[in-house]
């Protein structure tokens, strides 16, 4: 078999960074080429992933003619993705965009329709798709052991996104004149805790719940001074079954992948027949069932191939034809979409709205 080529696309988001140490690390993958217009941003990347800087060309047509890769990986400002995606799509390569989806509905939609007509994938990654608890998570609820899902909570963060960069690495905190030079605070450029970690909690809520949309949301954010977008929100969504609440959150105590913060990020879910908590990192889960309403914690077992990170599924579905499934997938992720819309909409005009799209 041949490796799958593989490209890099614009470094705004520190996650592509760790996406190309995926790439390069899996022995059926080739990273053919990167591009971005500062190579300042560039090179350091390069260079702690153990990849040539020849690979960076500013020009993404270029870039494309010139290596004729398979997949593109997609890491700009969240208002810029429908612009940068579509041109890839456009250009016949298959297409995967880092979490969010996009800056809105119409947004997604104009992917979606891009990739139609290119007859190309479409991806979006999650990054907590691959952890294994959430992978456990959805398994205990697909084998039926909560019954039907009718509750989803989900509490996501960290201490903020400018607090770290690629792989993990820590960086000082920064003071609110320097965060508004950031995109990520932003609005035009798609900035905010919300449009950053809403989509994981309703995506995934949508992926437990089968496809089950919400009837009407309501949101509501904080204002923070020097700021002009959100950095902490609450949305609750109203489902036939019942209430779920979605909390987004920059500035927690700590990053929940060196130390959980309180409230802990993660997931509780609520069943017709029992419960379950599953929090980043942890090795186990948390069960309420009818033989076991005192609790009881199960041990979650390690991911498998091809489920241990976004490359190595992409690289089987794409090599098999097997279709792209749950969060990763538009359809999935559209209603996660619809539901973040949404909550925009609900904060701007500080009431209850319904489910747009």
């Known amino acids: 078999m041949s490796k799958l080529r593989v490209i890099g696309v614009n470094f705004d988001h520190m996650h592509l960074g760790d996406l190309l ?11 053919v080429g990167v591009q971005d217009e500062d190579s300042e941003r560039v090179f350091p990347v390069l260079d702690r992933i153990g990849l040539d800087r020849s690979l960076l060309v500013s020009d993404l047509d270029v870039l494309i003619e010139k290596t004729r890769p398979d997949l593109a990986i997609l890491c700009s400002s969240t208002a810029t993705h429908a612009d940068w995606g579509c041109r890839i799509l456009n250009l016949g390569v298959h297409l995967m965009v880092e979490k ?3 800056a ?16 190309k994938e479409l991806s979006i990654n999650w990054p907590i798709r691959w952890s294994p608890i959430y992978q456990e998570v959805k398994r205990l609820i697909d084998s039926g052991k909560i019954g039907t899902v009718i509750e989803v909570h989900h509490y996501g963060g960290n201490r903020g996104p400018l607090r770290h960069l690629a792989d993990k ?19 035009r450029h798609g900035g905010g805790s919300m449009l950053d970690y809403m989509g994981y909690g309703v995506t995934f809520a949508t992926w437990f719940m089968d496809g089950r949309k919400p009837l ?19 949305t ?18 700590t990053d929940p992948w060196v130390h959980q913060p309180q409230p802990k990020c993660g997931f509780i879910v609520v069943g017709t027949e029992g419960t379950l908590s599953a929090f980043d990192y942890e090795p186990t889960i948390r069960i309420q069932d009818r033989d076991h309403p005192e ?18 599924y992409l690289l089987h579905h794409l090599t098999t034809g097997e279709p792209i499934t749950g969060p990763l997938s538009p359809k999935i992720s559209r209603i996660g979409q619809q539901i973040v819309d949404s909550a925009v909409l609900s904060a701007r005009e500080k009431r209850t709205v319904s489910l747009l799209g």
């Not at 809105?104 to 007859?119: P, Q, V």
């Not at 690495?169 to 609005?187: G, M």
């Open 216 to 234: 009407e949301v309501t949101s509501t954010v904080d204002q923070p001074d020097g700021l002009e977008v959100d950095e902490h929100s609450i």
């Open 100 to 102: 969010p989806f996009a």
């Open 169 to 187: 690495i820590e960086v000082p905190e920064v003071d609110n004149a320097k965060k508004s030079q950031s995109w990520w605070y932003q609005k």
């Open 295 to 312: 609790g009881f914690n199960h041990p979650v077992p390690p991911s498998e191939a091809p489920e241990r990170n976004v490359i190595e």
């Open 21 to 31: 140490r995926q790439a390069h690390e899996n022995p059926n993958v080739e990273v």
């Open 236 to 253: 609750v969504a109203r489902y036939e079954t019942g209430l779920s609440k979605f909390e987004t959150r920059w500035g927690t105590f």
């Open 104 to 119: 809105s509905l119409e947004d997604a939609d104009r992917l979606i329709a891009a990739a139609n007509l290119a007859k």
